[in-house]
């Protein structure tokens, strides 16, 4: 008799919860690169310094895979921020551009105020005006 019992109330306990949870939105909050929702001084650098090698068109692979940026406005908002952690890593570390790379395209190095510019973005931090 008491197993009959348990069944009604664990089915009405179940209601009870799921009815709780509110319904989520399944799609991610897009960023879109290609209408300015980086701040203009984060797109310019990444226009002018990054955009070449890691975008859907590049021919390197290598670099597109590691970072599309024209993926980034499909990626879930979680992906989206591990995405910005790693930009933030691989650049304090120095490992963009890559060295081997520099060393065909210096012109390609990122000045002290454009790694502040794309450190301080990825990190979600403003960069501070001088």
């Not at 209408?35 to 990054?50: F, I, R, S």
């Not at 955009?51 to 499909?74: F, I, M």
Request: glycine letters at 4%.
């Amino acid at each position: 008799m008491k197993k009959l019992l348990l069944i009604p109330v664990l089915a009405f306990v179940g209601v009870l919860f799921f009815q709780g949870i509110p319904e989520s939105n399944t799609e991610p909050e897009p960023i879109n690169y290609t209408e300015a929702a980086l701040p203009d001084d984060v797109k310019a650098v990444v226009d002018k310094k990054c955009y070449g090698c890691h975008n859907a068109n590049s021919k390197n692979e290598k670099a597109k895979a590691k970072l599309d940026w024209d993926a980034l406005d499909k990626m879930k908002k979680s992906k989206r921020m591990a995405a910005m952690g790693e930009i933030s890593e691989v650049l304090e570390k120095g490992e963009m551009p890559p060295k081997k790379f520099l060393e065909n395209k210096p012109e390609a190095a990122l000045s002290e105020s454009e790694l502040a510019t794309l450190v301080a973005w990825s990190a979600g931090k403003k960069k501070k005006s001088k």
